[in-house]
C-alpha cells in the first residue's frame, strides 16, 4: 500500500509521513485540509506574492520567499527587488488548485501573502493591525486589545474583520481602496495609538519588549512590503492550528487552538466567513493619516532607542 496518489495532476507523496516533531499530524492532514479550503485559501492568495514557510523531516521550519528552480513551469511567478538583501526574488503566485496542492507536497505549512497584488506595489489592499499578547495564557486580554482597535477604527469612521494568528494573538485587517503605503503606514501607527490610549493599561504599542510588562502588543508595523500569514493558513506549532476569521460577537467564547488542519475545515462547512465578514474597501480619513506621518516609526524609533540603552549600560 502506497501513502502516494495524484490530484490534479501533482504527485504527492510520503501523504502518512508525519508532518513535523510534535504536530500530532501527518502530510496527508495538511494536504487535505488546503484541499478542503482551497476555495477559501486561494482567492486570499491570488495574485500575490508569496512567502511559505516549510518544514523538511528533521529541520528546523524556514521561511522560503524565492521559488525554488525544479518549481513546475505552471506555477506563476513575480520577480521583485528585495532593498533589504540587494537582490531579485522569485515569488510564488498562488492561483489555483494546482499551484496549492504542490505547495502542500513541498510541505509548505504556512502561507504569508503579501499585502499587495503584484503589479501594484505602492497599493495596500489592507490595513492590519496585530493583536500580540505577551502569553498564549494571556488571550482574553488579546481580546480586550482587539476591541479596543475596533473602537478606535469605528471612531475614525472604519471597520474590519478579526482572525486569530494561528499563534496566541489576533489580526485586525481594514479593507482599502486607492492608498499608497505611506499613507496605510501612518494610518496604521495612527490607529495603534489610539487604541493604547483607550487603554494604555491593557494595550501597548511599545516595539521594546522589555517595555511591555504584562500589555498586550498592538503591533503596527505590518505595512510597506510586510507580508501578514493569511486567513485558513496552517501554522507550523503543535497540534497545527490555522489561522481562523471569527465574529466580533463570538471572540469571547473562542480559543486559538479550537481550529486546526483537523477540525477548521469541518467547522467551516460550506461558509467562508473571511469574505463573509470582511467590510466593503474603504478610504482612509486625512486627519488619521495626518496624524500618523507624525507618530515615529516603531522600529527605527526602538533601533536608536536600543542604541542609547547600550550606550548608557556602558557608560
Given at each position: 500500500?502506497?501513502?502516494?496518489?495524484?490530484?490534479?495532476?501533482?504527485?504527492?507523496?510520503?501523504?502518512?509521513?508525519?508532518?513535523?516533531?510534535?504536530?500530532?499530524?501527518?502530510?496527508?492532514?495538511?494536504?487535505?485540509?488546503?484541499?478542503?479550503v482551497?476555495?477559501?485559501?486561494?482567492?486570499?492568495?491570488?495574485?500575490?506574492?508569496?512567502?511559505?514557510?516549510?518544514?523538511?523531516?528533521?529541520?528546523?521550519?524556514?521561511?522560503?520567499?524565492?521559488?525554488?528552480?525544479?518549481?513546475?513551469?505552471?506555477?506563476?511567478?513575480?520577480?521583485?527587488w528585495?532593498?533589504?538583501?540587494?537582490?531579485?526574488?522569485?515569488?510564488?503566485?498562488?492561483?489555483?488548485?494546482?499551484?496549492?496542492?504542490?505547495?502542500?507536497?513541498?510541505?509548505?505549512?504556512?502561507?504569508?501573502?503579501?499585502?499587495?497584488?503584484?503589479?501594484?506595489w505602492?497599493?495596500?489592499?489592507?490595513?492590519?493591525?496585530?493583536?500580540?499578547?505577551?502569553?498564549?495564557?494571556?488571550?482574553?486580554?488579546?481580546?480586550?486589545?482587539?476591541?479596543?482597535?475596533?473602537?478606535?477604527?469605528?471612531?475614525?469612521?472604519?471597520?474590519?474583520?478579526v482572525?486569530?494568528?494561528g499563534?496566541?494573538?489576533?489580526?485586525?485587517?481594514?479593507?482599502?481602496?486607492?492608498?499608497?503605503?505611506?499613507?496605510?503606514?501612518?494610518?496604521?501607527r495612527?490607529?495603534?495609538?489610539r487604541?493604547?490610549?483607550?487603554?494604555?493599561?491593557?494595550?501597548?504599542?511599545?516595539?521594546?519588549?522589555?517595555?511591555?510588562?504584562?500589555?498586550?502588543?498592538?503591533d503596527?508595523?505590518?505595512?510597506?512590503?510586510?507580508?501578514?500569514?493569511?486567513?485558513?493558513?496552517?501554522?507550523?506549532?503543535?497540534?497545527?492550528?490555522?489561522?481562523?476569521?471569527?465574529?466580533?460577537?463570538?471572540?469571547?467564547?473562542?480559543?486559538?487552538?479550537?481550529f486546526?488542519?483537523?477540525?477548521a475545515?469541518?467547522?467551516?462547512?460550506?461558509?467562508?466567513?473571511?469574505?463573509?465578514?470582511?467590510?466593503?474597501?474603504?478610504?482612509?480619513?486625512?486627519?488619521?493619516?495626518?496624524?500618523?506621518?507624525?507618530?515615529?516609526?516603531?522600529?527605527?524609533?526602538?533601533?536608536?532607542?536600543?542604541?542609547?540603552?547600550?550606550?548608557?549600560?556602558?557608560?
Amino acid at each position: 500500500m502506497t501513502s502516494d496518489e495524484v490530484r490534479d495532476g501533482v504527485t504527492l507523496t510520503n501523504l502518512d509521513r508525519p508532518l513535523f516533531d510534535g504536530a500530532g499530524a501527518a502530510k496527508r492532514d495538511l494536504v487535505d485540509y488546503l484541499d478542503a479550503v482551497r476555495d477559501r485559501i486561494v482567492p486570499v492568495l491570488r495574485d500575490r506574492p508569496l512567502s511559505v514557510v516549510r518544514v523538511r523531516e528533521g529541520q528546523a521550519p524556514f521561511m522560503q520567499k524565492n521559488v525554488p528552480s525544479y518549481a513546475p513551469d505552471w506555477v506563476r511567478t513575480v520577480t521583485v527587488w528585495a532593498e533589504s538583501s540587494q537582490r531579485r526574488v522569485s515569488y510564488a503566485l498562488c492561483d489555483d488548485r494546482r499551484t496549492l496542492l504542490w505547495l502542500a507536497n513541498q510541505r509548505a505549512v504556512e502561507y504569508h501573502p503579501a499585502l499587495v497584488h503584484a503589479g501594484h506595489w505602492d497599493r495596500p489592499t489592507h490595513l492590519v493591525l496585530d493583536i500580540d499578547p505577551p502569553s498564549a495564557e494571556a488571550f482574553p486580554r488579546a481580546v480586550g486589545a482587539a476591541r479596543l482597535v475596533a473602537r478606535a477604527l469605528a471612531d475614525a469612521g472604519l471597520s474590519g474583520a478579526v482572525k486569530t494568528s494561528g499563534a496566541k494573538g489576533l489580526h485586525v485587517f481594514v479593507p482599502l481602496e486607492g492608498e499608497t503605503t505611506e499613507d496605510v503606514a501612518a494610518a496604521t501607527r495612527a490607529l495603534g495609538v489610539r487604541a493604547e490610549r483607550l487603554d494604555p493599561a491593557l494595550a501597548t504599542t511599545a516595539f521594546i519588549r522589555e517595555d511591555r510588562g504584562d500589555r498586550v502588543f498592538v503591533d503596527s508595523t505590518r505595512s510597506g512590503g510586510a507580508t501578514v500569514v493569511a486567513a485558513y493558513s496552517p501554522r507550523v506549532r503543535p497540534g497545527v492550528p490555522v489561522s481562523f476569521p471569527v465574529a466580533w460577537d463570538d471572540l469571547d467564547r473562542i480559543t486559538p487552538g479550537d481550529f486546526t488542519v483537523r477540525t477548521a475545515a469541518r467547522l467551516l462547512r460550506d461558509a467562508d466567513p473571511w469574505a463573509d465578514l470582511m467590510p466593503e474597501p474603504q478610504r482612509l480619513p486625512r486627519d488619521l493619516v495626518e496624524e500618523g506621518h507624525t507618530i515615529p516609526v516603531a522600529r527605527v524609533q526602538a533601533m536608536h532607542e536600543g542604541k542609547r540603552r547600550a550606550r548608557a549600560r556602558r557608560g
